[in-house]
């Protein structure tokens, strides 16, 4: 077994009276794509936000390759974060900036480069992602929602990480838009090597994207094969994977 990416170890996020989070382990390993699901106020998005080091636990630890993201400082951080992208629900593109000046923000705050290089490495990152280069030279606003993801993920990829991090990557879009997604996340993460961790409520993304599925329930998480999870027997797991949408999911 190879050595994890990522070691979640005792997790506990707490919110006043509210236990989100109760003694969470989780392992990340190379070249995986783990997929994060559960119910609404099950704390998903507080476990990303953990494992990026931008929320810490009131107990626990996230070792990220080796290193504890929980008890760093803001340069020590700054430093990890060229290590892994995200893109986050929305896209959380800055909307008065160009789709090329998104992706060019996080290679000028590491890398000082050329305006040739810099274009040059745009429009790469522009090609990966399945985007027109004319793309670039517009707004956030004047892209579909497809697009939109697209770009986000190429900022995501703009630094050459070896981690990703998905929030809900195919959330609002149709069902073509979102199996074409699936497959360019898969076709990136092969051919890139990546390791990628997402979250997401898609039952067609985990089926086509996933090799291991990790449920927030009760405060916990159960960690599996997607077969593993689907012969799991907590009643919110059953639901989930074999109600009426997850037999459409698997037609």
Known sequence: MPQPVISVRGVVNRFGRQVVHD?????VFPGEVLGIVGGSGSGKSVLLRTMLGLH???????????????????????????????????????????????????????????????????????RMVGLPLDAGAKLPSQLSGGMVKRAALARALALDPALLFLDEPTAGLDPISAAEFDELISYLQRGLKLTVVMITHDLDTILATCDRVAVLVDRKIVVDTLHGIMEHGHPWIREYFHGPRARAARG
Request: charged letters at 25%; proline letters at 4%; hydrophobic letters at 40%.
């Open 23 to 27: 003694g969470v382990d989780l392992d």
């Open 56 to 126: 810490r636990p009131n107990e626990g630890c996230v070792m990220l390759e080796g290193k504890d993201v929980t008890r760093m400082s803001d340069a020590e951080l700054l430093a990890v974060k060229r290590r892994y992208g995200v893109t986050f629900q929305h896209g959380a593109l800055f909307t008065a900036l160009t789709v090329a000046e998104n992706i060019q923000l996080p290679i000028r705050e590491y890398f000082e480069m050329s305006p040739t290089a810099l274009e040059a490495l745009t429009e790469l990152r522009l």
